[in-house]
């Protein structure tokens, strides 16, 4: 959710956008820390944690935020390579379009659902309508704004380990008129540009990305992997109205979307391809009685999330044996919802802040299947990945923040509840469901408390509860995967949900912050599928048979190391975690591990940055290099791997060992309107992928008889990028 000033400022500062030193700050930044008073150093504001402008040193919760200023200084090409240069958690990183993710052992799906994710995407603080990160570019992106933990005492369902909110641009937060082209490896391209304006009442902005890449070359030891190449566009608009100074209208416009992507996944395939595309419309209002001990706002929203699939797999497995599949295996999916928050605040007192609440959404999933056999492959047609559905939620709540001690102690806690109705609706080749309709009414809390011990140094605590309903796909599906598995639905599970508990502190001088946290989230019931046996490709849902519990520490630094000689300062930037336990207590006494699959053990970012100006005269430059350390990961692979030479048995969990990838980033401005900017990313050529097992080297450790035209995926070798920016 984002905020807005009640009239944009007057004048120059108005007409030049310049942004606010606070807001120049970032938790995870590249850049030194500006000189300012401590004071000031615990009043950073921060949105999403409450749905409303707070002072961070008032949030119970862990929080981080990505300004715009680190989108700049980054080579990343997606959000989904932005998080990872911020070290937010695993993400699986499947191909240019698919990433699911893992963040305090809550997870997302593998195929972007974001109906069955555990991780809550927003978009200026409503459901983004996907979980799929690779599909958002950072064109028009503001900032990012993450929460740890869940969230859902105001974001409702699927905030059971934290929230990720991607705050667009708008006329009204600035950064001025710019354009940039840039060009790379493997024929990486792209250009942008953001044009934006403002006066007394209105504000406006405008923006537009293309970009490509062909085929990318894996590390040392690998070659160029087939079918990795993509394509990316989009646009966004936005208009604000301030009617009056406490009332402010805005209407925001935007499609996003990375087209003709290769689709390699677990088979290293070579003929699979996905189009993904996200659009919405939000209109918001933003209003406030003189005084400011009534305010509120009111959130109309609709999007639409399409998933293209464009895949082929001329050799499928059935059982054990590898037969011949499909020519053409095309699914379409289409995800549309419109929806309503309302949230009236009202300041009770001059030390209480009651938030109230009501969501509404409803949202249709429709999809469709056409396969095309390979001679002597599967007759027929069968159902679609996904049932079709029609959800309808509306939930009610409230948050209360009560201040003593001089604002130095704030006591906070909330209660939401849900009700929701998700309905089988006629799928195509669904013999028979196993289920029509699933009412589930939900209560979730959250308590906390944040001590202001003076003004360098905070302390906060709290506990927070999460959920996440079955979809109809898992109560009632009977698809059959395009490799040939098969999966039926269960009538009788039971909705995810989660408990967190969590300390925290935040210390910080004029030129360095520190921030830690101590958490636990332990995840019931989270919905599986549980295989039928081994020599089978048939599996069933499931609530999982215990619980996961998730303990670990997470850290954030940086700060100003100093100035050297010739006028450049050096400074310092850190963030990681380690979880101390990531258990699955209901993992199979068979399992020869009981790890939380898809989840790092430990996970670091950390770099040193060196510069001299502030980035606005002939002259000044910048280099930054950054170290990204992904740590050990358990996972029982999809991949059909050689036994005993790739796994002992195909039930077999993999531990990837941990590894480091290192990232080069260099800035010269040409002149006070020209930037030059060049990056080196996996600067030592490493082969490695964050989740598969059979890579892109030799031997190949994958079944060559289960492969369809590759043996092994890794993630791209050294590439460079270098690019011009005009700012007008």
């Given at each position: ?10 004048g ?131 900032r ?12 409702g ?32 391209w ?33 070659g ?73 706002l ?19 497995r ?19 919802a ?20 009501f ?63 998700t ?34 140094w ?14 109809a ?14 999966s ?31 958490f ?61 336990t ?18 790092y ?58 590894f ?31 989740i ?37």
């Open positions: 959710m984002q905020s807005y000033r009640s009239r944009p400022a007057r120059r500062a108005a007409r030049s956008f310049s942004l606010s030193p606070a807001i120049a700050l970032s938790l995870l930044a590249g850049a030194a820390q500006a000189a300012a008073p401590q004071a000031a150093a615990l009043g950073e504001v921060f949105v999403t944690a409450t749905a409303r402008p707070e002072e961070r040193s008032r949030i119970a919760a862990t929080t981080q935020t990505i300004e715009r200023a680190d989108i700049e200084r980054s080579s990343a090409q997606s959000v989904t390579d932005l998080l990872a240069e911020h070290a937010v958690g695993f993400l699986s990183e499947w191909t240019a379009a698919q990433t699911s993710m893992n963040l305090r052992g809550a997870a997302t799906d593998g195929q972007g659902r974001d109906y069955r994710g555990q991780v809550a995407v927003l978009l200026n603080g409503r459901r983004a309508g996907t979980a799929n990160l690779s599909k958002l570019s950072l064109s028009d992106v503001e990012i704004e993450i929460v740890r933990g869940p969230g859902s005492v105001v974001y369902s699927q905030n059971m380990g934290g929230v990720i909110n991607i705050i667009l641009r708008t006329g009204a937060s600035g950064g001025g008129n710019r354009a940039s082209v840039a060009g790379g490896s493997a024929g990486l792209r250009a942008d540009a953001q044009l934006g304006g403002a006066d007394e009442r209105w504000d406006w902005y405008l923006g537009a990305n293309l970009g490509g890449r062909d085929d990318y070359s894996s590390g040392s030891g690998g160029e992997l087939k079918n990795t190449s993509y394509k990316r566009r989009g646009a966004a608009g936005a208009l604000g109205w301030q009617l009056a100074d406490l009332h402010r209208i805005e209407l925001q416009l935007r499609t996003d979307g990375i087209y003709n992507a290769g689709f390699r996944g677990s088979g290293a395939n070579i003929y699979s391809r996905d189009n993904r595309d996200n659009r919405s419309a939000d209109l918001r209002y933003e209003g406030g009685l003189p005084g400011g001990r009534v305010s509120w009111a959130h109309l929203y609709t999007f639409e999330d399409v998933d293209e699939f464009n895949w082929a797999s001329p050799v499928i059935s059982g054990t044996a590898a037969v011949p599949g499909t020519a053409r295996d095309y699914n379409l999916r289409k995800l549309d419109a929806g309503l928050r309302l949230q009236p605040r009202l300041r009770l007192s001059d030390t209480n802040d009651l938030l109230l609440g969501d509404y959404e409803k949202n249709r999933l429709r999809s469709e299947r056409e396969r095309v056999a390979m001679p002597g492959g599967p007759a027929g047609q069968v159902a679609p990945y996904d049932n079709n559905q029609t959800e309808h939620t509306h939930a009610l709540y409230l948050e209360d923040a009560q201040t003593f001690l001089d604002n130095r102690l704030t006591l906070r806690a909330g209660v939401r509840k849900t009700w929701g109705e309905r089988f609706d006629q799928t195509p080749n669904v013999a028979a469901a196993l289920t029509t309709a699933r009412d589930y009414d939900q209560t979730t809390w959250s308590t906390g408390a944040t001590w202001k011990v003076n003004d360098a905070a302390l906060r605590a709290s506990a927070s509860t999460g959920f996440r309903a079955p979809t796909s898992e109560l009632s599906a009977d698809f059959t995967a395009v490799g040939g598995g098969r039926f639905g269960n009538p009788n599970l039971k909705p995810e949900s989660s408990r967190q508990f969590e300390v925290g502190t935040t210390l910080r001088q004029a030129a360095w912050r520190v921030d830690a946290a101590l636990q989230n332990t995840i019931s019931d989270r919905i599986i599928t549980v295989s039928r046996g081994p020599s089978t490709n048939t599996s069933d849902y499931a609530n999982n048979a215990a619980d996961i519990v998730a303990r670990g520490l997470e850290l954030s630094a940086n700060g100003d190391l100093g100035r050297l000689a010739g006028g450049a300062t050096l400074s310092a930037f850190g963030n990681g975690y380690y979880h101390f990531m258990k699955d207590q209901g993992a199979a006494a068979s399992a020869n591990t009981d790890r939380v699959q898809r989840m053990q430990y996970e670091a970012a950390a770099g040193l940055r060196l510069a001299r100006g502030a980035d606005r005269n002939a002259g000044d430059w910048s280099a930054q290099l950054t170290a990204l350390l992904r740590g050990p990961m358990w996972y029982d692979t999809e991949e059909n791997l050689l036994i005993p030479q790739g796994e002992p048995s195909s039930t077999f969990i993999h531990r990837k060992g941990a480091t990838v290192w990232n080069l980033r260099g800035e010269y401005r040409l002149s006070r309107g020209v930037k030059l900017f060049a990056g080196i990313n996996n600067l030592f050529d490493l082969n490695r992928h964050p598969f097992i059979a890579l892109d080297q030799r031997p190949c450790i994958a079944n060559p008889i289960f492969q369809n035209g590759g043996c092994g995926t890794s993630m791209p070798g050294r590439e460079w990028l270098v690019g011009l920016q005009a700012d007008f």
